[in-house]
Antibody, heavy 115, light 110 residues
Framework: QVQLVQSGAEVKKPGASVKVSCKAS????????MHWVRQAPGQGLEWMGI????????RYAQRFQGRVSMTRDTSTGTLYMQLSSLRSEDTAVYYC????????WGQGTTVIVSS | EIVLTQSPGTLSLSPGERATLSCRAS???????LAWYQQKPGQAPRLLIH???SRATGIPDRFSGSGSGTDFTLTISRLEPEDFAVYYC???????????FGPGTKVDIK
């Protein structure tokens, strides 16, 4: 079945970087756009950005410009999101999602930023 | 950039009742590219409605979407126990690809 399986929880110090992975299975990875969306504790959903099917194009939400990088490895069917210069406000659950209009979501990866 | 506002913030209803959720955009949503998602605690969001009024695959017909331009509505005709959750609207556009979520409406049990 179609599945997105994300990497495990991370604890990082302020100023560090985090790289979250999302492995796709059950469908043709190179046929779909992919998104990253995050959700801070008790808060709503926040769209971070999108990467095209081939991985040659990205679009990031303005507030993450310069701090986020989204890549995909078509040989392994894995999507990556790296967020740098972490601060406490980046503590959140990070989701990957499939499709121009996200119809399949990963289980989420908790990232905690704390000194 | 389009800003989405959802109302009410919380809707307290009983099973079997009708739920009407509103999503208002700060400017017209092009091509009615407006979606609705449901999220339960500890779970990822689930796509319910796209294109303002088209149900996603497997979504029961008690969920319906309507509206155009700047005003959109999600209606749940008769609430089932599993429908108590938070609902988000989202606008999406292709050129450039920009996606924005509303703040959400929580539907809880009265």
């Amino acid at each position: 079945q179609v599945q997105l399986v994300q990497s495990g929880a991370e604890v990082k110090k302020p100023g560090a970087s985090v790289k979250v992975s999302c492995k796709a299975s059950g469908y043709t990875f190179t046929s779909y756009y992919m998104h990253w969306v995050r959700q801070a504790p008790g808060q709503g959903l926040e769209w971070m950005g999108i990467i095209n099917p081939s991985g040659t194009g990205t679009r990031y939400a303005q507030r993450f410009q310069g701090r986020v990088s989204m890549t995909r490895d078509t040989s392994t069917g894995t999507l990556y999101m790296q967020l740098s210069s972490l601060r406490s406000e980046d503590t959140a659950v990070y989701y990957c999602a499939r499709g121009h209009l996200p119809d399949v979501w990963g289980q989420g990866t908790t990232v905690i930023v704390s000194s | 950039e389009i800003v989405l506002t959802q109302s009410p913030g919380t809707l307290s209803l009983s099973p079997g009742e009708r739920a009407t959720l509103s999503c208002r955009a700060s400017q017209s949503v092009r091509n009615n590219y407006l979606a609705w998602y449901q999220q339960k605690p500890g779970q990822a969001p689930r796509l319910l409605i796209h294109g303002a009024s088209s149900r996603a695959t497997g979504i029961p017909d008690r969920f319906s979407g309507s509206g155009s331009g700047t005003d959109f509505t999600l209606t749940i005709s008769r609430l089932e126990p599993e429908d108590f959750a938070v609902y988000y609207c989202q606008q999406y556009d292709s050129s450039p690809p920009i996606f924005t979520f509303g703040p959400g409406t929580k539907v809880d049990i009265k």
